[in-house]
C-alpha cells in the first residue's frame, strides 16, 4: 500500500531558528501533497497544496514567507518554518493521494516545539 | 478549512459495546472518509465511502452516509480497549481540488 514518510518525529528548536520537515511518498508517485496542522485536542486545518513543479496553495490565513513547501520531485515535499516563535509550536502532518478520490495517506507527524 | 461536525466529542465505553460517532458537514463531497488517531501519532485511515453510496461494512466498522441530511456516522461494533483513539471524519468537496476537510473528532475511550 501508499507509504507516506515524515521526518523528523520530534524536533525542540530556539526562537528564531529554521526548521525543515521531510515529507516523501515511499512507494509512489505524489504530484500533490498536503501540510496540515493541529494543535492539541484539535483538528487537523488544512495550511496549504503543495505541487510537485509549481508554487504551493496555501490556505487563508497562512503565511507563505513563513510556512515554505518546497515539492521538487514526485516523491517529496518540504515544509521550512522559518523564525520560528513558540506559537509555532504544533504538530505538523503530511499526506498524499494516490489518486483522486481514494483514501489518504498521512505521515506519522512531527510534534515542533519551539523554545 | 474545516466543515465538519462531529459528535459525541468524548466517548467512554467498555470493552464490548458498540461505539456510534456522528459526523455532519455543509457542503457537496464526492467521498467522506473517516480516520483514526491514536494520541501524538499520524492519521490511519479506515473507510471511504462515496456520495452515491449509502452504507459500508469493513470488519468491525459500519459507516453510513445521508447525504439529504449531509451527515455520516461510523459505528465499530464490539469495541476493544485498543479501539481507544480519535476518530474524524474528512470530506472530499466536489467543488474544488481534493484536499480533505476534517471535522473535529470524537475521543473514543474503551475500558476494559
Known amino acids: 500500500g501508499a507509504v507516506v514518510s515524515q521526518h523528523p518525529s520530534r524536533v525542540i528548536c530556539k526562537s528564531g531558528t529554521s526548521v525543515k520537515i521531510e515529507c516523501r511518498s515511499l512507494?509512489?508517485?505524489?504530484?500533490?501533497m498536503f501540510w496540515y496542522r493541529q494543535f492539541p485536542k484539535q483538528s487537523l486545518m488544512l495550511m496549504a497544496t503543495?505541487?510537485?513543479?509549481?508554487?504551493?496553495?496555501?490556505e487563508q490565513g497562512v503565511e507563505k514567507d513563513k510556512f515554505l513547501i518546497n515539492h521538487a520531485s514526485l516523491t517529496l515535499s518540504t515544509l521550512t518554518v522559518t523564525s520560528a516563535h513558540p506559537e509555532d509550536s504544533s504538530f505538523y502532518i503530511c499526506?498524499?493521494?494516490?489518486?483522486?478520490?481514494?483514501?489518504?495517506?498521512f505521515g506519522s507527524g512531527t510534534r515542533l516545539t519551539v523554545v | 478549512s474545516q466543515q465538519g461536525e462531529e459528535d459525541p466529542q468524548a466517548l467512554s465505553i467498555q470493552e464490548g459495546e458498540n461505539a456510534t460517532m456522528n459526523c455532519s458537514y455543509k457542503?457537496?463531497?464526492?467521498?467522506l472518509q473517516w480516520y483514526r488517531q491514536n494520541s501524538g501519532r499520524g492519521l490511519v485511515h479506515l473507510i471511504l465511502?462515496?456520495?452515491?453510496?449509502r452504507e459500508k461494512h469493513s470488519g468491525r466498522l459500519r459507516v453510513t452516509l445521508d447525504t439529504s441530511k449531509k451527515s455520516s456516522s461510523l459505528l465499530i461494533t464490539a469495541s476493544r480497549a485498543a479501539d481507544t483513539a480519535s476518530y474524524f471524519c474528512?470530506?472530499?468537496?466536489?467543488?474544488?481540488?481534493?484536499?480533505?476537510?476534517f471535522g473535529k473528532g470524537t475521543s473514543l475511550l474503551v475500558t476494559p
Open positions: 499526506s498524499a493521494s494516490l489518486r483522486q478520490g481514494s483514501g489518504y495517506t
Open positions: 512507494d509512489f508517485q505524489a504530484t500533490t
Open positions: 503543495s505541487n510537485e513543479g509549481s508554487k504551493a496553495t496555501y
Open positions: 457542503t457537496s463531497i464526492n467521498n
Open positions: 465511502i462515496r456520495s452515491n453510496e
Open positions: 474528512a470530506t472530499a468537496p466536489s467543488n474544488s481540488g481534493y484536499a480533505l476537510n
